[in-house]
């Protein structure tokens, strides 16, 4: 049973950074994929990072330039390093594992992709 854990969430001002850690535990086996998503209230979840079988980051649109996504060789701790942070980037941020992705990806795989979730962490950007 895979078990996630976010951390680093919080307030920042428009323009500001913050960094968000996942940790892995439980059946901690590598061949899994990692992901970040988010969601506000009365929203779906969107998925804005995901690292694809070849170890290459895919961003959402909405992310593209200002976050970065990064994990440990053994995968078992994520980071979302968030840049330039917006007021509508406000939400639950959530880490999400799932099959292994084998070779490249286009796009984040949708939330239905992954199958361990966990309990989000909170980020408010203030204008």
């Known amino acids: 049973q895979v078990q996630l854990m976010e951390s680093g969430g919080g307030s920042v001002e428009a323009g500001g950074s913050l960094r968000l850690s996942c940790d892995r535990s439980?059946?901690?086996?590598?061949?899994?994929?990692m992901a970040w998503f988010r969601q506000n209230p009365g929203n779906e979840r969107e998925g804005i990072a995901v690292?694809?079988?070849?170890?290459?980051?895919v961003y959402s649109d909405s992310v593209k330039g200002r976050f970065t996504i990064s994990q440990n060789r053994e995968k078992t701790t994520l980071w979302l390093h968030m840049n330039n942070l917006k007021p509508d980037d406000s939400g639950t941020y959530y880490c999400?594992?799932?099959?292994?992705?084998?070779?490249?990806?286009?796009?984040?795989?949708?939330?239905?992709?992954?199958?361990?979730w966990g309990q989000g962490t909170q980020v408010t950007v203030s204008s």
């Open positions: 439980g059946d901690t086996y590598s061949q899994i994929s």
């Open positions: 690292i694809d079988g070849e170890d290459n980051p």
């Open positions: 999400a594992a799932g099959p292994r992705l084998w070779g490249s990806v286009n796009w984040v795989p949708p939330s239905t992709y992954f199958t361990s």
